[in-house]
């Protein structure tokens, strides 16, 4: 099975950083994915990685380490709205593409 | 393109009795998962299809689920003689062959009383 671990919540100050961290235990990696779910609404996209290093997407940024089975997601300049959890999830190999979630990183913006 | 869609958004039953979600993929996306997400956590897989075929199933999936994929578009879930312990968010997702990413939608929350 896989273990994928992260913290339950962190807070931070609008126009602030915050970087989420990740890790896991897995067989047969495939990619690592970061989805942002807002309170009472469905997971949507926000990074993939498969290979090491980082990836940038505006004011979000997602970083892999597969020897280390590590990941963070970067989030800069925050507003207001980027309050919600943040969803770390693994895709293994003959897995039917599934993805095994982590519990998700509650992040709360305060002004 | 409007998305992942769910029917109904939300369910009220009563113990014992059997409910049914309906799931529409984004058009022409063959595969379909269902997820169940309880309060406070990430979302748990439940079962995967390719068009048609039902390819994986959790040991979440009690022998009181079934899920469907009859035309490889649209995907029932049942669920029989519910538990209160079923109470939990039901999200579906689609994606195309050959990209990785799954788009969810909105979910069905269920709630047995």
């Known amino acids: 099975g896989q273990n994928i671990d992260q913290p339950t919540e962190m807070t931070a100050t609008e126009g602030a950083i915050v970087q989420i961290n990740c890790t896991y235990q897995?067989?047969?990696?495939?990619?690592l994915f970061w989805y942002q779910q807002h309170a009472g609404e469905a997971p949507t996209f926000l990074s993939y990685?498969?290979?090491?290093g980082l990836e940038e997407k505006g004011r979000f940024s997602s970083f892999l380490s597969r020897s280390k089975g590590y990941s963070y997601l970067l989030l800069k300049e925050l507003q207001m709205k980027d309050s919600a959890s943040y969803l770390c999830?693994?895709?293994?190999?003959?897995?039917?593409?599934?993805?095994?979630f982590g519990g998700g990183t509650r992040v709360l913006v305060k002004p | 393109d409007t998305g992942v869609s769910q029917d109904p958004r939300h369910k009220i039953t009563k113990r014992g009795q059997n409910v049914t979600f309906r799931c529409d993929p984004i058009?022409?996306?063959?595969?379909l998962y269902w997820y169940r997400q309880t309060l406070g956590q990430g979302p748990e897989f439940l079962t995967y299809?390719?068009?048609?075929?039902?390819?994986?199933k959790s040991r979440l999936l009690s022998d009181r689920f079934s899920a469907e994929r009859p035309k490889g578009s649209f995907s029932t879930l049942e669920i029989q003689r519910t538990e209160q312990g079923d109470s939990a968010m039901y999200l579906c997702?689609?994606?195309?062959?050959?990209?990785?990413?799954?788009?969810f939608g909105p979910g069905t929350r269920l709630l047995v009383l």
């Open positions: 897995t067989s047969g990696f495939n990619g």
């Open positions: 990685n498969v290979l090491d």
């Open positions: 999830a693994v895709r293994v190999w003959a897995a039917g593409n599934k993805l095994t």
């Open positions: 997702a689609s994606s195309p062959t050959g990209e990785e990413t799954q788009y």
């Open positions: 299809f390719q068009n048609e075929a039902q390819l994986e």
């Open positions: 058009s022409e996306h063959n595969r």
